[in-house]
């Protein structure tokens, strides 16, 4: 009796192994790598800034300053050279109006509109970028009068600058900028005008 359950339940452990099969291998998937996302500062912007400027005008034995408003758009790119720093080309196109007039003869002076050329070197501060700016500036003047003869015209100057910028979404950036121009030899005179702009700017980064 013993002998012949012991038969039976053999012929059942073989029979059950037949059914089941050889188990199938277990595939383990590769794990790929993903590339690290781009620097966030790294590529081109557009952008508008407004803000504050102030001319100052020395014109041979007189001088005259005043201030208004200032205006524009701003576009330019940025390469990461690592470690957090960035540089690249920055151009600016601003309308304001900042006029002076002499008092005892009713001649005026004017500054209207500036273009930027600029260098931009900065690096990463926490959640924003902190930068310099150095390049070539490009303004229009004119005057009236006896005392600003041959004012009218354009010159180029150099301007510097210094500004930070926040990160205030994936694509949008805020921050503020100072600059300061310095042009000379304006009118017969040979006078100099000196700008100082400080501005906030907001910009899309692509």
């Known amino acids: 009796m013993i002998r012949t359950t012991a038969i039976a339940i053999l012929l059942s452990s073989t029979a059950f192994g037949a059914f089941a099969g050889t188990p199938e291998p277990v595939t383990v998937a590769p794990v790929v790598a993903m590339p690290a996302p781009a620097p966030f500062w790294e590529g081109g912007y557009i952008g508008a800034q407004i803000g504050y400027a102030y001319g100052d005008f020395n014109l041979g034995s007189d001088t005259f300053n005043n201030d208004n408003a200032i205006g524009g758009l701003t576009a330019g790119y940025l390469w990461s050279m690592g470690n957090g720093w960035y540089l690249g080309p920055e151009f600016q196109y601003d309308f304001t109006d900042v006029t002076i007039t002499d008092s005892s003869t009713g001649d ?5 509109k500036i273009a930027r050329l600029k260098l931009i ?25 006896s005392l600003i003869d041959g004012f009218n015209g354009s010159d180029t100057s150099y301007v ?13 950036t805020i921050g503020g900028e100072y600059m300061f121009h310095s042009f000379s030899g304006i009118g017969v005179a040979g006078g100099d005008v000196d700008v100082n702009t400080l501005q906030i700017k907001a910009t899309y980064r692509f």
Not at 108 to 112: C, G, I, N
Not at 160 to 172: A, E, I, K, S, T
């Open 108 to 112: 005026t002076a004017s500054f209207d």
């Open 121 to 145: 070197a900065g690096r990463e501060v926490g959640n924003g970028m902190l930068y310099g700016s150095l390049g070539v500036a490009y303004a229009d003047f004119s005057g009236f009068g």
């Open 160 to 172: 510097v600058g210094l500004g930070y910028d926040w990160r205030v979404g994936d694509n949008w």
